[in-house]
């Protein structure tokens, strides 16, 4: 079955503390996977979309790549402003997958 | 440009109520899907709709359909509610062509079933 997983699902940074988020996932047919950011009670915005592995896309203090099995959201020497859940999803013909987000917390 | 926007904002039914959720596509964009997101998880896929036709289905039950209008809009109806569709409903546009399923989100209606 299909499966998209992130990791952690929470994570605590202080400001300027670099890391990175994972979404691994298995699926028969990916047609891209996408990452958004969502803040509490809204919808989530659009990021990046990535198609193939070895593909990386950057924007401002975020760095995007792909891998057959998972794809890594790196967040260099982030603010507090970043604060927010990270959502990953792949797209298997018609079929948007989520993973459960990855809570981003960054203290100043 | 005009992004997704979806109506209303809050709801508050009770057990076995109907419901009917609406969206806005962002301009130029001919395909909607509708998400159901519960509280601490990501967003599930209940279906999408393009050229006003059911285009993909998630794992929901057909008490859940939906309508897309000529005009891009659409509507997501939930026929006898139950608790535990209490929820943030979100509806997502994009523009449906080979290769890309890039979708924009609204702010989402919160469902509350009491």
């Known amino acids: 079955e299909d499966q998209v997983t992130q990791s952690p699902e929470a994570l605590r940074l202080q400001e300027g503390e670099s890391s990175s988020l994972n979404c691994s996932y298995t699926v028969s047919g990916l047609r891209g996977l996408f990452w958004y950011r969502q803040d509490p009670g809204k919808g989530p915005e659009f990021l990046f979309t990535?198609?193939?592995a070895g593909e990386e896309k950057e924007k401002e203090r975020l760095k995007a790549t792909l891998t057959k099995k998972e794809s890594f959201l790196h967040i260099t020497a982030p603010k507090p402003e970043d604060s927010a859940t990270y959502l990953c999803a792949v797209d298997n013909n018609n079929d948007m997958r989520f993973g459960a987000g990855t809570r981003l917390t960054v203290k100043p | 440009e005009t992004g997704v926007t979806q109506s209303p904002t809050h709801l508050i039914k009770t057990r076995g109520q109907q419901v009917t959720l609406r969206c806005s596509s962002q301009?130029?964009?001919?395909?909607v899907s509708w998400y159901q997101q519960a509280l601490g998880q990501g967003p599930q896929f209940i279906f999408q709709y393009y050229r006003e036709e059911e285009n993909g289905r998630g794992n929901f039950p057909p008490r859940f359909s939906g309508l897309q209008f000529p005009n891009y809009s659409s509507e997501l109806n939930v026929n006898a509610l139950e608790l535990d569709d209490s929820a943030l409903y979100l509806c997502a546009s994009s523009f449906r062509f080979a290769g890309t399923n890039e979708q924009f989100f609204g702010p989402g209606t919160r469902l509350t079933v009491l």
């Open positions: 990535l198609y193939s």
């Open positions: 301009s130029g964009h001919n395909t």
